[in-house]
């Protein structure tokens, strides 16, 4: 178990560090991560939950005339970031949720909404939600303005072994910088792509995950400026060539044993994980609206490029949208292939974890498991299993959220109507632009 961290313990880290700055981390809507960052002299303010923001710039917070929001920092996410400022003194990082003025917790915070859903399964007796994220993200050349190019710095494949080139070095050094705050790196290395990469870390309980992955992404695209490369989680940053992905392994435990495991069970899967694999595949078309949540996203869910397409399951197959990889007990897992890495954590978990514990309460199982190509299965026979595509579009996926009341309450009243709003803005601002594809193909009608 994880040493409790107390305020003592930062003030003592702040001075042997010589910390000098304090930076209170949180996330918007969109799953962007902010900050506030404060000098030292602020600690005590930090530590008593003193420090105020202005919440009505923030995406998906609040209007003009309720803008006062208070950052209450999660003491167990302190870390001192490897980089310096100008002086050589150090940056301290606290994640925090985000509180009214009157000290209950901000209803459209996504960290409050996954502890509030994380609460709700306790209820029903399981103690921890564990999740695995498998972030994806291609590594791309800057220009000589330091803006990003979509020039590779390699031409690799998957696990191609590559010491010396630009993205080994510096996918060795993100490892080595999330190492020395206290991330267990189980594995690196190259994927499919030209210039894409993979880093995967421990499996720890929803909320923890949420956290790392935020600095995981902070810490990646740091680490890639300081190689001259630009870091992107875009779901499909180079046509013809695959997307970026954010699987998500997912498993529940109750009295310290996985309770998606049993030995009697085809697969191992006790009839828990088959109830809950069953809500997630129920709000699928939903769901992907928060794990896919970007225009660009559907570029990357269509055959060819081993993204799913299809709402089914499978244990090998690789094709499905649900896998179930070979696993001892306390690994038995569901990983989801869907999500890409612009999903918000928070809201991505808390909908995951929502349709689970429906299915659980609802008792039915599955569909059977696929066994074959699903790509290769003719249209005929996948209606024939029942098997339904996932949405095309975000539009598509926006209005089977819009549908879904039960995710929509996964996120809550407030979260629900931002997250709407912000991506039928996005829908809307994407069916007005005119791209070069259009242009080279209709400028001579």
Known sequence: MAKTITADDIRQSVADNDVRFLRLAFTDINGT???VEVPNSQLEKVLSNDIRFDGSSIDGFVRLEESDMVLYPDFSTWAVLPWTDSQ?????????????????????????????????????????????????????????????????????????????DESASCRREIVETLESIGFEVEAAHHEVGDGQQEIDFKFDDAL???????????????????HNLFATFMA???????????????????DGKNVFYDKNNEYHLSNTALYFLNGILTHARAITAIGNPTVNSYKRLIPGFEA????????????????????????????MRSADPTANPYLLLA????????????????????????????????????IKPLPATLHSALKAFKADKLIQDALGKHLSSSFISSKELEWSQYTQTVSDWERNKYMGY
């Open 88 to 164: 050589g003194g150090k940056i301290g990082r606290l994640i925090c949720s985000v509180h009214t003025t009157d000290g209950k917790p901000f209803d459209g915070d996504p960290r409050n909404n996954l502890k509030r859903v994380v609460e709700q399964m306790k209820t029903m007796g399981f103690s921890a939600f564990d999740i695995g994220f498998e972030a994806e993200f291609h590594l791309l050349k800057l220009d000589e303005n330091d803006n990003w190019t979509t020039q590779v710095p390699d031409h690799a494949s998957y696990f191609d072994m590559t010491s010396n």
């Open 33 to 35: 991560s902010k900050a």
């Open 208 to 226: 923890t995950t949420a956290d790392r992955v935020q600095t995981f992404k902070m810490v990646v695209r740091e680490v890639a400026r300081k």
């Open 351 to 386: 909908a995951c974890l929502t349709a689970g514990l429906d299915g659980i309460k609802r008792a039915e199982m599955p569909m059977d498991p696929i066994t074959s190509n699903l790509f290769e299965m003719s249209e005929e026979k996948r209606e024939e299993l029942g």
């Open 308 to 335: 799913p397409v299809y709402i089914s399951w499978a244990s090998k197959n690789r094709s499905p949208m649900i896998r179930i990889p070979s696993a001892e007990e306390i690994n038995t897992r569901l990983e």
């Open 236 to 254: 499909k940053p180079l046509q013809g060539q695959a997307g970026n992905g954010m699987h998500t392994n997912m498993s529940l435990f109750k």
